[in-house]
């Protein structure tokens, strides 16, 4: 009937404006996950950067502990960022 057909078709117009709004904000997701991300790796790099040479909680304190001070600056392992390898969907820039 066309009763029918005219709510069948409100709620297909319906369904379709609501599949829209859940699609823009999905894509806004991914942009905020995307940018929260980076932060995390850029703040993790700085992190692993500062304490290479008196200890981190990656590596452990011994260096500091022992009083031994690496005079050069040593770099980090990329498999020591413990956030940024935990995410399934970070992809490093």
Known sequence: SAEERAALQ???TQSRQELK?????KKQV???LAALESQIYK???AYLEETQQGGNLVRGFDGYLKGIGNTRKSTF?????????????FSEA
């Open 30 to 32: 991914d942009r905020d």
């Open 43 to 45: 703040q993790e790099t």
């Open 77 to 89: 392992n990329e498999a020591d960022r413990l956030f940024s390898l935990s995410s399934v969907s």
């Open 21 to 25: 709004a859940l699609i823009t904000r």
């Open 10 to 12: 409100q709620r297909y």
